[in-house]
């Protein structure tokens, strides 16, 4: 064999058609649960970040986007990477909010958990949150170190698994796999392909993104302006300078593109009532 990806969403298949046969039924279970839950964490960053009130409205936006419904409905590792990512980011929120330990030890799992699904695209969301982990001294709790162990131990697993049964030419497709998407080939796209093409994706929301980006460039509180405005805008700049671009891979951030769109509504909600 050669490998091209880790295995974690055809290893949830497989377990979920064990316990329940091979239907169809069984194939979408584990997608299923990342959706519902990427929805769920979804609110409570919004909650986090904005507080109680119409935290219920970015969910519901989210699940309205015809590129999260889409993706939802395939039995296939990109909503479990970006539930994974979305997790990341409550974790951290909630680390550095609460400074319990559960979620420093979250905000260095999702790490490791997101790597068995997407492999190497988990260092641009980690690139993009690393400044905050730093700046708020969570990666100076020895949890987020247990974490992020705990993390990468099915990866760890797996990978010696294949060492050993396979051998190493099997295991290096993982790194020709990388080296493929970097240079050009038939997903390359422009560097301004997300400019219009993540806009169409969750159209007609999109004429709320803009007003949300500016009202959280204007928020003083600087956790919330970071993941609200700073993290999504950094993570767009590094998927655009990398050479190949599809429209699933926005959406890791796709959660904090509806908390941005809900405030979009929010603040024009507040101007037409001055008005």
């Not at 999702?110 to 068995?116: A, C, D, E, K």
């Not at 405005?229 to 926005?250: D, E, G, R, V």
């Amino acid at each position: 064999i050669v490998l091209d990806r880790t295995i974690g969403i055809q290893f949830l298949i497989a377990l979920f058609q064990e316990k329940f046969g091979t239907t169809t039924f069984a194939i979408f279970i584990p997608v299923s649960i990342a959706s519902i839950l990427m929805l769920y964490f979804t609110y409570l960053i919004h909650k986090a970040l904005l507080g109680n009130k119409f935290a219920i409205c970015s969910p519901l936006i989210l699940i309205t986007t015809f590129l999260w419904i889409n993706y939802a409905n395939m039995a296939s590792q990109d909503i479990f990477f970006a539930t994974g990512v979305t997790f990341g980011v409550f974790s951290s929120i909630k680390s550095y909010k609460s400074q319990k330990g559960i979620y420093f030890l979250f905000a260095g799992a999702w790490i490791g958990l997101s790597f068995m699904f997407k492999t190497y695209l988990t260092c641009l969301p980690l690139l993009a949150i690393a400044p905050f982990l730093i700046q708020k001294k969570i990666i100076q709790n020895k949890l987020f170190w247990i974490g992020l162990a705990l993390g990468f131990l099915p990866f760890t697993i797996w990978s010696f698994s294949i060492l050993k049964t396979y051998g190493f030419e099997s295991y290096y497709g993982l790194f020709e796999k990388l080296l493929m998407l970097s240079k050009n080939n038939t997903f390359t796209n422009p560097f301004y392909y997300y400019l219009w093409n993540l806009p169409l994706n969750i159209f007609p929301w999109t004429l709320f993104l803009i007003p949300g980006l500016i009202s959280a460039f204007k928020i003083k509180d600087s956790v919330t302006k970071y993941f609200l405005f700073i993290y999504p805008l950094t993570i767009l700049l590094l998927l655009s300078l990398f050479s190949t671009k599809t429209q699933y891979y926005p959406l890791q951030i796709l959660s904090l593109v509806s908390i941005n769109i809900s405030l979009g509504i929010i603040s024009i909600s507040k101007l037409r009532n001055k008005l």
